[in-house]
């Protein structure tokens, strides 16, 4: 993930996602079931190819095509023996893995935003955790297929350990109800992965709604 002002940019936390609905990514493809950052073959050589090979091509090819282009890149890619490949581009972050990006950010976000927006965030210095973040979608059963809307979510207000981003959620603080297929994300920061994990499926734990899903192996290829 990069946030670029057009000349400069910086490098966010990387992050892997869990596409498949099903556990050992099985099933049909859906937004994401979760996420985790960051991520073990990301090491420091892995990311110097990144930033050689891919990150300042792509910023001088944008520039060389007349366009000054302001805000995020999310550049999916695949590990191959240790070689980046690029499979897709993006101007935007992705959910889920926003939930477990932006919580390891220590330093001051929207002031690197505004930098972003003003051409001047060669002056900025992101600093970032060393813990590590895990989060798990809670789905509506049935997602990425049918699904009911309309019910009763118990629990939120207990969930102080980990970080709950609401999704498919309606109704009012009080009464939260269901309203899409994503409907939570719960991320836990820890010094190693196996805690983080062990927090956040704590607190799905006590989060309850009819016919609620999610992956119980989110992370688990990374220990």
């Known amino acids: 993930f990069v946030l670029t002002d057009g000349k400069d940019y910086l490098l966010l936390p990387e ?5 498949r609905v099903g556990e050992n990514d099985t099933g049909p493809n859906t937004g994401g079931m979760g ?7 990301a090491n ?3 990311m110097e190819k990144v930033e050689h090979r891919i990150i300042r091509p792509t910023l001088q090819g944008l520039l060389q095509e007349g366009i000054t282009y302001c805000g995020f890149i999310f550049i999916g890619l695949m590990n191959v023996a240790g070689e980046p490949y690029v499979i897709e581009y993006n101007v935007r972050l992705g959910d889920p893995e926003s939930e477990a990006i932006l919580p390891r950010i220590e330093s001051d976000f929207l002031k690197h935003l505004v930098a972003a927006a003003n051409g001047s965030l060669a002056m900025e210095t992101l600093q970032v955790s060393p813990k590590t973040a895990a989060t798990v979608v809670m789905a509506s059963g049935g ?7 309309g019910l009763s ?5 207990n969930a102080v350990e980990s970080l709950v981003f609401y999704a498919g959620i309606t109704g009012t603080l009080e009464n939260p109800i269901t309203n899409g297929g994503r409907v939570i994300a719960v991320t836990s920061l820890a010094p190693e992965l196996s805690q983080a ?6 607190t799905i734990d006590g989060i309850h709604f009819s ?9 688990k290829d990374l220990i």
């Open 15 to 19: 992050a892997k996602d869990y596409k």
């Open 35 to 41: 996420a985790i950052s960051p991520v073990s073959f």
């Open 44 to 46: 420091e050589a892995f």
């Open 143 to 149: 997602y990425p297929g049918d699904y009911k809307k």
């Open 153 to 157: 979510i118990t629990g939120l207000q």
């Open 197 to 202: 994990l062990k927090q956040t499926y704590k």
């Open 211 to 219: 016919d609620a899903y999610y992956r119980r192996d989110i992370g």
